[in-house]
């Protein structure tokens, strides 16, 4: 007899962004083996590839996107099936004080970390690839409200995406379709190697639990997010950081 597991996501076919690497890349990998048709994009080819070479089945697709034009997203969501789940795994961080932050900076941030899931989840409803009772995930930050010195412009892009998610699932409520978020803490990935070693072993003492988090704690989340048992959870920030804003 096979065990009860509520969390499976056999038949369900979910697009990640940003799989290349890090957290998207351990929530493609985690999706796969929860039985998901994983669709994966990133900017990356040659990691993308090595992601989709992790995935388990057989229905897996990988695209190569660029969502920093309105054409390359129209573009990618008419290639797409209907969809059960979206995950936004895609990000950058960019850590400049507030007397050197300037417009390039922090458009280029917010193109990535806003305006591109934005206007992703956007063209998915209008195309209709969105399917009834369908999840959509957005990988936030506790940086939206837990400050760091240089971290500006990642805090504006994070807090807006709470925002807007919030926002998207109170409109799409009424098609039955979920909208949350995802808040780590400091998680173990290349993004940190914008830190020195001796930036990171200081920080990681301010951690209750004493450590950074690993992807693929943060991929659970995500799965427990697109899997039935979270059918009636919508517009929430899930919080996942080994304690640091308990301080």
């Not at 993308?48 to 229905?59: A, D, P, R």
């Not at 290639?79 to 789940?85: A, Q, R």
Request: with cysteine; aromatic share 6%; net charge positive.
């Amino acid at each position: 007899m096979s065990l009860y597991n509520p969390f499976l996501l056999t038949d369900k076919t979910i697009l990640v962004t940003g799989a290349s690497s890090g957290i998207g890349k351990a929530i493609a990998i985690e999706c796969s083996k929860m039985g998901a048709n994983v669709i994966i994009t990133g900017r990356d080819q040659n990691r993308l590839k090595e992601t989709f070479s992790l995935l388990q089945g057989e229905g897996n697709l990988q695209l190569i996107a660029d969502f920093s034009t309105t054409e390359g997203i129209n573009s990618f969501v008419e290639k797409l099936p209907d969809l059960n789940g979206v995950v936004h795994a895609a990000g950058i961080i960019k850590r400049l004080p507030l007397k050197f932050i300037n417009e390039k900076a922090l458009n280029e941030l917010m193109q990535t970390n806003l305006y591109a899931p934005a206007l992703l989840t956007q063209q998915l409803y209008k195309k209709k690839k969105l399917i009834d009772k369908s999840s959509i995930v957005f990988i936030s930050s506790i940086a939206a409200s837990f400050s760091s010195i240089g971290n500006i412009m990642y805090m504006a892009s994070k807090g807006a995406l709470n925002s807007l998610c919030k926002g998207i699932a109170f409109e799409l409520s009424r098609n039955g379709i979920r909208v949350n978020s995802v808040l780590p803490g400091m998680v173990q990935t290349n993004l940190t190697k914008v830190i020195t070693e001796q930036e990171i072993q200081d920080d990681i003492k301010r951690y209750p639990l004493g450590r950074y988090g690993k992807p693929e704690e943060i991929a659970y989340a995500a799965v427990y997010l697109l899997s039935d048992t979270t059918q009636w959870m919508t517009g929430s920030l899930l919080t996942i950081d080994g304690g640091i804003t308990l301080r």
